[in-house]
């Protein structure tokens, strides 16, 4: 029976909850039981609140009895990536320097999970600051991947995409700048969606490259996406990148499911469809081959500046968190070295003690980007070549209407197999990336299983502010194939 109502999707434990047929405080029960089963060997969260949630749970339980209204995800467990602020719990972005850090206040996505009656059961692992593909960067622990656990899940949300996938919550936030939603969700065989750039709010999201950083939805189903699109996409007046709703309106992503798309223009780069591995490749072309079976057109595009996404990246990326990181000083937040006698010897030894190896990393290489004499050389190149990789979308889309390829060059790889070579972990997000350059929304949805029965994503991209029709899109799939599949868990 447990087993039953753990394998329910999002929209399905909703309904059942709110027309009284389970109760939260079961639902909420099984899946803290089920933490506690799983979490101590797939590590996917770094807290879990049980208290908290089993009090929320009555709370919803007592409104449905009494029949209050009640928001679209009331009663249901769902985890957040824990670089997002709650005011109760830490926050620690699995950074040793926040171990301690208690955020003051919600972050806005946390504030409408809360008005839409959701259940937040736990704080996700993540690689430290959201920097990584693998979360092997995590300060903390080692998240698993449950479909094969000597394999990682994918990063940097990959705890989330690992509690969504083993069960052990019903939808899951994470964060994406170069892929970070995306990637994992692959590697989990779980849907994860990037908004666009400005869809969602990220008051209370730690930040890391503030240009790129996006909120979005892990879940297992495109419609649990669009579920969770509906309760956290809209402008926040706290976040001034956050885009007005005279400009791009909300829509129902949820109601806007239904039907198909006639004459669906798909554009592909034949390049970069055959530029994964041979089982990523066979996947990405039966996946489009269902497209052109509903009548699907595919058209041939040019992104010749796509190429360039990592360097620009790593580029743009590391300049905006060597500003963002400089908070981190021992005074304003989290771990201070109490050894030093005088100031200077304070910042840099809780700096030295508290942040991990990769992000001193990138703090290093975006402290010399922007350098005198170097910033024209490196910093405003990058910016030059980010416009170019942006017209690249916008002159795809006046030929198709979204664009397909693979989510990453291959499926889950062993623990350590990537952590010597920074270049080879940075590359395993070449199709991610762009789109966080660009500013696009992006999707990844389970499409197949590899020769070792690991999960394979495609990506599917529409323009600016159009999740619906990318929704939609990903919904025709879904619908006219057997995915997604979830992980035996014993
Ligand atoms: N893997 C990329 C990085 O290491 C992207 C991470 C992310 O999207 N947060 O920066």
Redesign the pocket.
Known sequence: MSNEILNLNLIEIAHLISTGEITSLQATQITLDAIEKHNPNINAYLSVFNEQAIEQAKKVDAKIASKQTIGPLAGVPIAVKDNMCTAFGTTTCASKILENFHSPYNATVIEKLLAADAVIVGKTNL?EF????STENSGFAQTKNPWDTQRVPG???GGSAAAVAARMCYAALG???????R?PASFCGIVGLKPTYGRVSRYGLVA??SS??QIGPMTRTVGDAALMMNVIAGHDERDSTSVNADLAPVADYKADLCGQIKNLKIGIVTKFNEGATPDVCGAIKDAIAVYKSMGAEIIEIDMPHFDYSIAT??IV?TAEASSNLARYDGVHYGYRNKDADELVAMYSKSRAEGFGQ?VKR?IMLGTYVLSSGYYDAYYLKALKVRNLIRSDYTNAFEKCDCIMMPVAPSTAFKFGEKTADPLQ??L??IY??AA?LAGVPGISIPCGYDSQNLPIGLQIFTPAFTEHKMLKIAAMYEKNTNFPKLPEMK
């Open positions: 690689d959201a920097m990584g593909s990063g940097s949300s964060s994406d700048t170069g892929g970070s939603i990637q890391y490259g790129l950083d990246y790593y990326a990769e990138r972990m940075y395993s997000d991610t990336i966080n």
